[in-house]
């Protein structure tokens, strides 16, 4: 209980310390027209209260993740604490954050554009397909995952397949209406819903006493899987998720103000690390031990374990609003992930997005693509999804250390982590059965060798732009590099 409590607590002070800092280091600019304004086009671009931008930021950047994969990732033990604070409070936030600014700075630009402008040309095409896959994957695993788990809740009443239809339908709407149509209104909302049931989860926790595991470092995984690269790709969203990156920018684009980003971005990673850690702590204490917990899953799965939880802590109707605010959150990255693939799309095709027509054409073949994968294995989908986001994460973590290089700042609060999680993501492909499935020595040392080629082409791209004056805040800097 000791470590549970601590590691809250420093989430917290994450926020006011290091997340400060990190603003420090960025430099926002208060009176610096946002893009919400300078663009403002009625359907992406809608200038948003900070509350609501925060709530709606949390929504979209949460899904599953901090709930699903902190359950699964309590198998490794205590451990996994260690990864939820660290990664969330150097990694997880500061990705966000400078993602998200990043993002304003460049007329609300997705991620494959960023890469393009700070890591080369070459990079379009690359980012751009990582991109997509990774949206389509989680718009799809974010509709298997609350179908079954709204289907438990109503004991079969309701056939699968429909309750899937209704969430798609509901995906459709959301990615193509404005932006405050539907999103703006009723997210602040599930957001609210979300929060109590996760605080209702961890304060029932405190009262009962429950059994939270204290700090080791052993691995206590019934299967012995490796802590290491398969923690991380275990709990991503809880701790460091590149789906984050593609959501980032939607609220780059209804952000009022520069001042507003720590709270938006960095503070809001913060709420998941707490969402996750209060998940990883109830899987860990509720199921007598690990092995009870892993033969849970093995029965009833993730979801299933979801809901158990739920009901034993908070009684039937405070569980069944717990399981209601679990199944909020992939509906409400499910739509948004659909809407920033929309949106990539748009960018790279050079498609305006004001018609409703314009929408449509993009949006249809990502629908029925996605339908077709919610007849994949939902572990197969899990596995893809998980080396898809971190890789992106990656990309994401090293756009924003060049950033940082080019504006002559620290760029040190990138750049660690971003070589920590590409080690991570050629270990996990290597290792992997989903992969190279080589064994797990040989996949340290590839992971070392690859690694390293990855900082070695970031260097000479970084000596090559001190060639250059990078137009990093004016808008007309869009894409343009001017030469001294």
């Excluded at 949206?135 to 509709?143: R, S």
């Excluded at 012995?224 to 980032?248: E, K, N, R, Y």
């Excluded at 929309?342 to 693509?369: C, E, H, T």
């Excluded at 760029?411 to 996990?428: L, Q």
Aim: net charge positive; aromatic share 12%; hydrophobic share 55%.
């Amino acid at each position: 209980m000791i470590t549970f409590l601590v590691c809250i607590v420093a989430l917290i002070a994450g926020y006011f310390t290091y997340g400060k800092f990190v603003e420090r280091v960025f430099g926002h600019q208060e009176a610096r027209p946002t893009p919400a304004y300078v663009n403002a086009d009625g359907v992406d671009y809608v200038p948003m209260s900070t509350p609501k931008n925060s709530l709606i930021q949390l929504l979209n950047i949460a899904g599953v993740g901090p709930v699903f994969g902190p359950i699964m990732g309590a198998l490794y033990g205590p451990v996994a604490f260690l990864w939820i604070v660290i990664g969330c409070i150097f990694a997880g936030a500061v990705h966000d954050y400078l993602t998200g600014m990043i993002s304003i700075r460049n007329r609300g630009a997705h991620l494959p554009e960023l890469a393009t402008k700070f890591l080369g040309k070459y990079m379009k095409h690359v980012v751009n397909v990582f991109a997509l896959l990774l949206l389509v994957l989680v718009g799809t695993v974010f509709v298997t995952s609350p179908a079954t788990l709204l289907y438990n809740l109503m004991d079969a009443k309701v056939s699968l397949a429909v309750i899937t239809f209704a969430i798609f339908a509901y995906y459709i709407l959301a990615t193509l209406l404005p932006v405050d149509k539907i999103i703006g209104r009723i997210y602040p909302f599930f957001g609210a819903l979300l929060v109590i049931s996760a605080l209702g989860i961890g304060i029932m926790m405190l009262i009962t006493k429950a059994p939270i595991p204290e700090l080791t470092l052993q691995n206590m995984h019934p299967g012995d899987l490796p802590i290491f690269p398969m923690l991380f790709f275990t709990i991503t969203c809880g701790a460091l998720s590149g789906f984050h990156a593609t959501q980032s920018p939607i609220i780059s684009r209804t952000t009022q103000n520069e001042s507003q980003g720590r709270k938006i971005f960095y503070g809001m990673m913060i709420a998941e690390g707490i969402i996750a850690m209060i998940w990883a702590a109830a899987a860990m204490s509720l199921f007598n031990g690990y092995n009870g917990l892993n033969e849970k899953l093995e029965a009833i799965g993730t979801a299933g374990v979801v809901s158990e939880a739920s009901i034993l802590m908070l009684g039937s109707i405070g569980g069944t609003l717990a399981v209601l605010g679990v199944i909020i959150l992939p509906i409400t990255s499910g739509d948004t992930a659909f809407r920033a693939a929309r949106m990539v799309i748009a960018d790279y095709l050079k498609v305006g997005q004001a018609k409703i027509i314009s929408r449509l054409w993009i949006a249809v073949p990502l629908f029925a693509i996605s339908y077709i994968l919610t007849k994949i294995d939902f572990n197969i989908l899990w596995r893809y999804f998980s080396w898809a986001n971190q890789a992106t994460a990656a990309i994401a973590l090293w756009v924003g250390a060049m950033y940082l290089i080019i504006a002559k700042k620290n760029h040190w609060i990138a750049s660690i982590p971003a070589v920590f999680m590409t080690y991570n993501v050629f270990v996990y492909i290597l290792y992997e059965k989903i992969g190279f499935n080589l064994p797990l020595n040989i996949s340290y040392i590839g992971g070392v060798v690859l690694t390293l080629i990855v900082v070695a082409a970031f260097v000479m791209r970084a000596m090559n732009v001190r060639g250059t004056e990078f137009l990093l805040d004016e808008d007309v800097s869009y894409f343009k590099i001017k030469k001294v």
